[in-house]
Each structure stands twice: as C-alpha cells, then as structure tokens.
C-alpha cells in the first residue's frame, strides 16, 4: 500500500496520462529531428526513416502480450516497468552515437510504448465504474490528441535551440516523475487469472502485426510494388489470418477475438480504426503542407497546427459534461464524424496564399469535432466488457488505433506522392496543391465511411455509461434509449 493513500481514479489517471503524452508525442517529435539526425550521422536522408519504422513495428511487436501481462503480473507492475523500459530507452536514443544503436535503442523504446497504453487504459478503465467511463474517456482524449500536435512545436524548439539528442532526453524527467509517483500512490493491483502464456498467439500476433505496419510504413516510402513490402504486407496479412484461426480455438487466448462478437464493441473499433486513420493522417499531411507548400519552418509549422489541440481540450470538456449525458454515443459520435469530414473537405478548397489564420480556425474546429468522436467512442466502448476481459480489450482497441493511425499515414502519403505535390512550371517546382487536395478529400472519406460505423451503435448498449447530471436514478432506462434510437 502507497504511503498516503490517494483517490486511484486520480493516481491512474496521472500516470496513464504521463505515460500516454509520451508515448504518442514521441513519433512526432522524433519526425522534426530526422532530417538533422541524418546530417549529424552523415546517412542519406531516406536512410533515417528506420529510426520512425523500428518504433512503429516494435510497438506492433509487443500490443498483442500487453494484455496477458498485465493481467498475469498486476497492472501496476507492468505499467512501471513499461515506463521504466521507455524513459531508460529514451536516454540511450539520446546518447546513441550511430544510427545503428539509435535504431535498436527505438526498438527497445517501442518495447516499454506496446505494453504502456493497453495496461494503463485497462486500468483506468477498472478504477471507473460505467457510469463514469466518459469522465475516463475525456482523461485519455489529452494525450492522444494533444500530443501529436505538441510534438513539431516542442521538436522544433528542441532541434533549433539544443540539440535533436533532447527529443529523446525531454522523456527523462516525465518518465522519472511517472515512476515516482506511481510507486508513491498506485495501489497494488492484484494479478488476474490469464491461463497459460499463448504462445502462438504472441508470435503468429506480434509476427503478423510487425509485418504488417512494416509494409504500411514503408509501402510510400519505397513503393507499394516493391517486394519488400509486398512480401511484409502478404505476410503480415497471412499470419493475421491464422491468428484468427488460432485463438478462436484457444480457451484464454492472448488476442481474445471473441470480443469482436459484442455489437458495440465492434462498431466503436471499426470507428476508432477509421477515426484514427482520418486524424492521425491528417496531422501527417497538414505540417507537410505548412512546411513544404508554404515554406514555414518546423516551429512555425508546428504552432500553426496546435490550435487543433486548443479545439479538443474544449470539445474533450463540452462532450464529457453536456453533449454525451444528453444524447448518448450514437448520435453524438455520428456528429463529431460528421463534423470532422467537413473540416477536412473545407481544406480541400485551400491554396499557398490562403490566409494562415483561417487555416488556424478549421484546425481548431477539426479538433473540436474529434473530441467528439473519441471522448464517446471510449466511453461506450468498454461499456459491456467485464472487468475480466478488460485488459484483452484494451489490447484490442489499441491494436486498432495504432493500426489505423498508420494506416491513414500511409495512404495519405500515397496519394500524396502519386499525384505529385510539386509540377514543372518554367524550371521551377511550385507547390501543386491537387495532391494535397486530393488527400484532404481521402481524410475526409474515411470519417464519412466510419458514419456507417457510428450509426450502427445501439446507445441502449451503452446504457450505463450515459448519466444525466441532476437525474435521480442515474442513467436513462434500456427501453428509453430504445425510444430515442428510433426517432433519429
């Protein structure tokens, strides 16, 4: 037991906030230093995008255990040790002297981020009861959507100023702070009965997985044709189908795809996937435009696209407080998707002499609409997972996200790429923005294509989450929610 006890609502969601901020914010944040990386290590400019894929595969890699482990170990001590595993791997990336120990340092690093965000979602997720899951959902929506957008503002800084050695070492003192007042206030969290280490699953998961994001992340890079990636995209996509064949047979599996059977379970996941392939893509595409449409140095770059964070800290509170009690998550996620294809389709109409500060407002909105796709998304989806199975869940969930977040990368960066964002004009290469367009309008077709997704939510399903503030008795009745799905 800690020292001083502390509300464990409270210590979880220090620690899981802490830990999540740097785990996302790490991939941006190394993005902005990889071209001086590549200078001081005197490689070729291509040749440092190995330092983004290890981390990528060796997230992938390591997701699928997360869940066992924390269930078999106690989620405390798993949750340290992650952590512990990404701050020390943070310092050796800083004082890597080649590119080869800095690759193998990332993959260590992407080792601790795996198992970080499945345990520590599952246990905030334990210490909330349903009726509180959405205050839960506006906790984790600050990382994971303030942090990509933090990470080109704080990188540029770093990389003009010091050196690219402090976008490792800037984890040092968060991650030594989450340490310490996690061993202060955490509660032991009792192991869990998990079955036998999966074997198959780990290897034919974390093998398929790793494959499979390394063919995404360098299929725009070198070419979708090559055989590389063709061969990493097949092979992937191979063992993948032969984990399903595995754990469907296995009594406790590691990947528990019978989760999947649950309705709401598996149209919040199919929303969280294209969500995230629609956001986290256009936070790749946007700073490109800034950058090399606009000419706008990384800082620049970076503050002109932190307005979308301002957005989702307030849209995080406005759906928490006022939107989600009210309508529950079908319609209101539907809205937040909505909303956030608009944004997108609103960018398709600019050019390079569009004034930044109306680029500024739809980064705003865009992150206002999200806010109010994730806050309900998590809220309603751990709604019917017993507290059981909610680290295999949160396994899965974030299997989607970091899959569908790579996803939209990849498939922004092709369009990109293929239509050309540069064209031949009188021995120049001005900026042609039909390419940016064009990504703009494929962003925006997958919000649009998760509405199929969002409309097939059954807010009685999520019934226990959806409390009015004020109302005696809690949450609306299954049969009064009923009432309100059949009027929309």
Not at 5 to 28: E, H, P, W, Y
Not at 269 to 298: E, K, T
Not at 469 to 486: K, M, N, Y
Request: hydrophobic share 55%; charged share 10%; with cysteine.
């Amino acid at each position: 037991m800690p020292a001083v006890r502390l509300n464990q609502k409270i210590a979880v969601g220090i620690v899981f906030v802490s830990a999540m901020f740097m785990n996302i914010m790490d991939i941006t944040i190394v993005n902005v230093a990889l071209p001086t990386i590549g200078r001081d290590f005197h490689i070729a400019p291509t040749a440092v995008d190995g330092i983004v894929i290890a981390y990528l595969v060796s997230l992938a890699v390591f997701i699928p255990s997360s869940g066992w482990l924390g269930d078999r170990f106690g989620g405390k001590r798993v949750l340290m040790i992650s952590i512990g595993v990404f701050t020390a791997a943070s310092m050796l990336c800083g004082l890597a002297q080649n590119m080869t120990e800095l690759v193998a340092f990332r993959v260590l690093q992407g080792a601790g981020g795996g198992m970080m965000a499945p345990v520590g979602m599952a246990m905030l997720f334990r210490v909330f009861p349903p009726s509180e899951r959405v205050r839960a959902a506006g906790i984790l929506t600050i990382p994971t959507t303030m942090a990509p957008a933090l990470g080109p503002v704080l990188g540029g800084f770093l990389v003009t100023d010091l050196s690219w050695r402090w976008v490792f070492f800037v984890n040092l003192p968060l991650g030594i702070a989450a340490i310490t007042f996690g061993v202060l206030f955490l509660d032991r969290t009792d192991p869990i009965d998990a079955g036998f280490f999966d074997i198959p699953g780990f290897f034919l998961g974390g093998a398929g997985l790793g494959l499979l994001m390394y063919g995404v992340s360098v299929g725009p890079l070198k070419s979708w044709s090559s055989p590389w990636v063709v061969t990493a995209c097949v092979g992937g996509a191979v063992l993948l189908v032969a984990l399903v064949a595995v754990e469907l047979r296995v009594a406790q599996p590691m990947v528990d795809l019978r989760l999947f059977s649950g309705r709401l379970f598996r149209s919040t996941n199919a929303v969280m996937f294209l969500g995230a392939a629609a956001f986290l893509g256009m936070l790749y595409l946007v700073p490109l435009y800034f950058q090399d449409a606009r000419g706008l140095s990384a800082l620049q770059s970076g503050l002109s696209t932190f307005p979308e964070a301002l957005g989702v800290m307030g849209g995080a509170q406005l759906a928490s407080r006022v939107i989600y009690p009210r309508v529950g998550p079908r319609r209101h996620v539907t809205a937040g998707l909505v909303g956030l294809a608009v944004c997108m389709l609103l960018l398709t109409q600019i050019s390079v002499t569009t004034s930044l500060w109306w680029i500024r407002i739809l980064m705003f909105f865009l992150g206002l609409a999200m806010a109010q796709v994730m806050v309900p998304n998590q809220a309603a989806s751990f709604a019917m997972i017993s507290p059981t199975s909610m680290g295999r869940a949160t396994t899965l969930f974030n299997t989607m996200r970091q899959v569908g977040s790579a996803t939209g990368v990849a498939i922004l960066s092709t369009v990109l790429i293929g239509v050309g964002s540069r064209h031949a004009a009188g021995g120049a290469n001005p900026p042609d923005m039909r390419a940016y367009h064009l990504a703009f309008l494929t962003a925006a077709l997958f919000a649009l294509v998760a509405v199929g997704f969002s409309l097939s939510v059954h807010d009685a399903d999520a019934a226990e989450t959806i409390v009015r503030r004020g109302r005696l008795g809690g949450a609306p009745a299954p049969d009064e929610l009923a009432t309100q799905e059949s009027m929309v």
